[in-house]
């Protein structure tokens, strides 16, 4: 089965710096990886995800990398602002299989 | 916007009771998932759902049953609730190949 980690479960950034936050996932045939953000009293949120087909997508300030060589996600915040401040969580997936969370990523962004 | 909610915010519970967790969603979606999220453990997946009437066992699924009567609904029962179920659930949904969308969650209590 799929298992998601190698994170850093906590990342201190200075606000407009960027931020990068990292994941791994164990199965090669996992082939849909997405991005959460989860704020205190909420549910996680859909940031942004990637099909194993591409190695790169981006969004609005966010970029999602993904090396399927060294099985390695990474979510890239551009700029990063004080309401970044959260948990981030990656999973990834297969086509009928659901989804594997990491443990997670605890971002603060400091004034 | 796809609408996941769940019956309660927080619910406190005896050992011993029968718990049920309800979630709704409102986008039609095929598949709906049962989470929970404990600090250090991320979410793991309890029980989920491809159509009504079915289910699937996650990785978690002891001490937990489901119930999906109507696409729009599935029931997450504690058959007799311990303290070690005390826990953030969240439920989610998605149509196929698609990002999943959360509720907010219900923090669980059993003392």
């Known amino acids: 089965g799929e298992s998601v980690g190698l994170h850093l479960p906590t990342l201190s950034v200075q606000e407009g710096d960027n931020s990068i936050i990292n994941c791994a996932y164990s199965n090669s045939a996992s082939d849909y990886f997405i991005w959460y953000k989860q704020e205190s009293g909420k549910g996680p949120q859909f940031i942004i995800d990637i099909r194993s087909n591409m190695d790169k997508r981006q969004g609005q300030r966010v970029t999602v990398l993904l090396n399927k060589t060294v099985k390695h996600l990474s979510l890239q915040i551009a700029a990063t602002q004080p309401g970044d401040s959260a948990v981030y969580f990656c999973a990834a997936g297969g086509r009928n299989t659901p989804l594997v969370f990491g443990k997670g990523t605890r971002l603060s962004v400091i004034a | 916007d796809v609408k996941v909610t769940q019956s309660s915010r927080y619910l406190v519970k005896r050992t011993g009771e029968k718990v049920f967790l309800e979630c709704v969603q409102d986008m039609d979606h095929e598949n709906m998932f049962w989470y929970r999220q404990d600090p250090g453990l991320g979410l793991r997946l309890i029980y989920f759902?491809?159509?009504?009437?079915?289910?699937e066992k996650g990785d978690i699924p002891e001490g937990y049953s489901v119930s999906r009567e109507k696409k729009e609904r599935f029931s997450l029962i504690l058959e007799s609730a311990s303290t070690n179920q005390t826990s953030m659930y969240l439920c989610?949904?998605?149509?196929?190949?698609?990002?999943?969308?959360f509720g907010n969650g219900t923090r669980l209590t059993v003392t």
């Open positions: 989610a949904s998605n149509g196929n190949g698609e990002a999943l969308h």
């Open positions: 759902s491809y159509d009504v009437k079915m289910k």
